[in-house]
């Protein structure tokens, strides 16, 4: 049961997190990696539990970055394997929990059942208020590259000229398009990095790096 929250709390409107220490939350208790992995998919279930129940309305989620495919064959395989299983429960339980699934980077490079995935869980949920974003394959410098790109190829279409482009402006071609900038970003595991995430919508957030 959603516990009452005190009424003089502001509660942020989107909080991102960076998902990090699973490996040496595990290795602390001299299991492999991939359980700690594990464990941290369980703790995103539950941070989105509470975000819901704070009245959030959007949550991000750094699962899986453009640098991570360096990691062990093995690793990234248990890692794809609980994002297929997580999307699939999701899509069971999507008219039970009612929240809209996006996706944050390049999908193109997921394996095809997942990209489906991924797909239907969008679509499936689109018309679901509270939002959870799934930054998979992503990177923020990826992210304002690909921006520019479609802005250059708009401006070579006629569709806007070179000096049109704004802030604002920009801002439409991120995969964060209609997203408001995160207040808060969350990163445990004791690292003050930002490591790439959300490059351009953080200007104005504040960090919060936990051990
Ligand atoms: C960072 O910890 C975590 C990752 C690179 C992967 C996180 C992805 C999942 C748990 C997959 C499932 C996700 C969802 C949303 C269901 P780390 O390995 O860098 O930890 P370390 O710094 O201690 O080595």
Redesign the pocket.
Same mark, same amino acid.
């Given at each position: 049961m959603a516990k009452k929250l005190n009424p003089d709390w502001k509660i942020p409107e989107h909080v991102a997190i960076i998902?990090?220490?699973?490996? +040496?939350?595990a290795?602390k208790r001299l299991m492999p990696?991939n359980y700690?992995?594990i464990q941290?998919?369980k703790t995103?279930e539950e941070i989105c539990e509470v975000a819901y129940n704070m009245g959030i309305q959007y949550l991000t989620?750094y699962?899986?970055?453009t640098e991570?495919w360096k +990691?062990a064959e093995d690793e990234v395989a248990g890692?794809m394997r609980?994002?297929r299983r997580?999307l699939e429960e999701a899509l069971q339980d999507m008219e039970k929990n009612r929240v809209c699934f996006r996706f944050f980077g390049d999908l193109s490079k997921l394996s095809p059942d997942l990209q489906k995935l991924c797909r239907d869980a969008e679509r499936r949920s689109e018309d679901y208020d509270v939002q959870v974003n799934?930054c998979l394959n992503y990177g923020g410098r990826d992210e304002i590259v690909r921006a520019a790109r479609a802005f250059a190829m708009d401006v070579a279409e006629g569709k806007y000229k070179s000096e049109d482009l704004t802030e604002e402006l920009l801002s439409k071609y991120l995969y964060s398009a209609d997203v408001p900038d995160p207040e808060l970003i969350i990163r445990p595991?004791g690292?003050m990095r930002t490591s790439n995430f959300l490059l351009w919508q953080s200007a104005y957030s504040e960090y919060v790096f936990m051990n």
């Open positions: 998902m990090d220490g699973n490996g +040496r939350w290795k990696r700690g992995h941290g998919a995103v989620v699962a899986f970055s991570n +990691r890692i609980l994002l997580y799934f595991s690292e």
